[in-house]
């Protein structure tokens, strides 16, 4: 595809299967995304697109195939080692520390990045008071970025559904990672929104971090996408730019094709 | 505070500071099963084996090999904490099969103390234990020992209290409430887990050490699955998650028989019974309860303090 001959490759996916018993949930897919783009993934449900990304963050391991990020070889990694190297996620169905405060659930995003342990927090470091300064500082920033500087001592399991989608996202960028992989971020949405995330999504891309999407509302999809790849049934149906993807018939039969023209016409 | 330090002065009766004494050992160990259970959310069922590592441990050094209690302490802390690397393994284990596997491990442990006379006494017990002394002064008096058995209670309670609010508290509160957004997070789940095992088991050890230093005799039924639970339900009436609650819990596990002596043998039917009245309260246990009342009677006063200016308002 022209796109992929833009920027440097970030994240390679080459011929990754995983199989669950008999059923083939990702079936030798390849997938290139480039460093800066925000890639789409879509398919109708059941396709694979949570599984890919679960293959991805290192949740599952691949049954056949290889994952680079940046440099490194990850296909044998750990969730936390990805996760390190810079690789971060939010979850379809939130995961929020529900008992913690909104900016406690931001500050775990940066343990990774700190390194007082046990001793440091008993005996009050020095080393210990500034990252907890750092922590609290970066935390907030975030917070503002998405919108939530407000409710930052809320506890997460107060929020409202919007907030904490954007939590999940606050807490997923405060480390900058090099790669962020949402898993349907506008789920659940009213169109207002939708269009705020899409904003982010926007936003977070311009600040040097490379964007995963998997979303079934189409226009978050292409409406922030700079490349979209289509799965179907497990496998990669097609790629290309968002335009591309609109005027494709295989896609258009496949997936847009009986309730796709009033998303097309939006689009 | 200060009424810890007052306190032997105000009420010197010896079997009073004594039982204290107990009670500050036995909270020891269950704030170590806190930092487990309650921040970093692994069930133990074992706890009474690293207790009984701690107690046995001293006994031997200072008894049999002339090192002077505070080593002793420490070596009676390092040697349980060295035996919860074993447990390694088994913190990938979660829920129930977790608990059954420590459930495991201190029955092993309490096979062992029973039988490897040649080192424990068996069922004999482990006589002539040496009083604690430190820095060359003998604690011979119910006073001095209830200061160190409390000094140390203290100590490892602030300890713990500085973890809540720190990096390492908060990674270990996320694994406990969701350990794949904590993975995800990039947080080495299997490694905390790991580390919450061995600090519980360290202070459970210096609990263990205290207790022989305290009783000067270890038999091995001190050391059953049995005392366990005891623990567990020292931090579940307490309230699960609070250190306070720790303390709350060992005072009435601890306090309650020894004062009731009449109810003796009938006393694990009490705690049961306890134990299912705080289910039904609510997860906070005592400390929940405590700060519920202590609102309620905070509330009650400023209604009758504020009473004749809220009942004006309230006219119009």
Redo the contacts between chains.
Sequence with gaps: MSAATHGEGLLEVRAVTRRFGGLLAVDAVDLAVRRGSVHGLIGPNGAGKTTLLNLI?G?YRVSSGFLRFATDDITRH???KR??AGI??T?QNL??????TAL?NV???L??Q?H???F???L?TPR?RR??RG?TDRSMAVLQFVGLAGLAQARADSLAYGHRRLLEIA??IV?RPALLLLDEPAAGLNVTEAAHVSDLIARIRDDGTTVVLVEHHMDVVMRVSDEITVLNYGRRLAHGTPAQIQEDPVVIEAYLGRAGETDRAQA | MAALIALPWIEPDKFALHVLSLIAIASIAAMGLQVLLGYSGQLSIGQAAFYGIGAYTSAFLTAKLGVPFPLALIGAGIAAAIASLLMVPITRLTGAYLAVATLGFSIIVYLFIKNEEWLTGGSYGFIGIPRAELFGYVLRDARSSYYLNVGVGAIVYF?FA??EG??????I??IR??A??????????TLLKS?CFV?AAFVAGLAGSLYAHEVRYLAPNDFTFWKSIEILIMVVIGGVGSLAGAILGAAVVVGLPEYLRAIGDYRMLVFGAILIATMLFGEGGLAALAATLGRRLHALAMRLILKPTASRKAAP
């Excluded at chain 1, 995961?95 to 913690?100: A, D, I, P, V, Y």
């Design positions: 963050a949740v750990s969730t936390a996760a390190r971060r996620r979850f995961k929020l520390f529900g008992e913690m406690e500050a775990i995003g343990h990774a700190t007082a342990g046990f440091d927090a008993v009050s210990h990252e907890e922590i807490r997923a480390a | 300890v500085r973890i720190s990096r390492f508290g908060r990674a509160n996320a409430q969701d794949d957004a904590a993975r995800a997070s990039g947080i080495r789940v580390e600090i």
